[in-house]
């Protein structure tokens, strides 16, 4: 995963969807009430997220894994510290407004203790923003192996709708999980989906979406 090969991706890229699918997240955190101050993109990659959210008025920062991601973010003028979310996170308890965890937690092999650093950063009141794999999206039969999630060997597991929830308590959050089908970004594993992207939208479904959004605040403690 540190190589320059693992981000030789269509992911890694600012393609047009992708950059209305950034705008798209920073919409649901604003939409929660956030207003711009601090936030911590984890698994900040090359820092395309990052970058957008500077352009719209946020303080932001970023965790990443990889010494060659935070190389190239970091030459692009942006704020990363280099660590694992597995492990403490180099930033103070309650310093920033909202954390985002975009196709970070299929990565994890123990979500919990991100999840709870999460809430250790996070303000009272700050918004936790998380995106990760549906076990149960349609593409997993319609597609096989070629799902997206076989194709990045450093995913560990999807989750169920009652899993994340059971994660995210499990770690102190409250909020809401939806399944989405984001088409902004269709096809950056399965190049034959691109036609998708004319849909330009990412739809909210019952159950069978690519992927699980989660917005969560943390719960007040007694």
């Known amino acids: 995963m540190d190589s320059a090969d693992y981000f030789a991706r269509e992911y890694f890229t600012l393609h047009p969807g992708k950059a209305r699918y950034l705008d798209y997240l920073i919409d649901q955190l604003e939409r929660a009430g956030v207003h711009p101050g601090r936030v911590l993109d984890v698994g900040s990659g090359y820092g395309l997220l990052l970058a957008r959210l500077r352009e719209r008025g946020w303080q932001a920062s970023g965790l990443e894994l990889s010494a060659h991601a935070c190389e190239v973010a970091r030459a692009s003028g942006l704020a990363v510290e280099c660590g694992s979310a597995e492990a403490t996170w180099p930033f103070p308890t309650g310093g920033f407004r909202a954390v985002v965890m975009n196709d970070v937690l299929e990565h994890l092999t123990n979500p919990g203790l991100a999840l709870g650093e999460a809430r250790r950063v996070l303000e009272p009141q700050g918004v936790l923003l998380l995106v990760t794999t549906n076990r149960w999206s349609l593409a997993r039969p319609l597609l096989g192996r070629r799902w997206a999630f076989y194709q990045d060997p450093t995913h560990v597991r999807p989750f169920t709708t009652l899993e994340l929830r059971h994660e995210l308590e499990g770690a ?51």
């Open 172 to 222: 102190g959050f409250d909020g809401r999980v939806t399944a989405i089908f984001n088409f902004f970004t269709a096809g950056e594993s399965a190049p034959r989906l691109k036609p998708l992207r004319r849909l330009g939208t990412v739809l909210s479904v019952p159950w069978i979406g690519e992927s699980l959004l989660a917005v969560a605040r943390p719960m007040a403690t007694r």
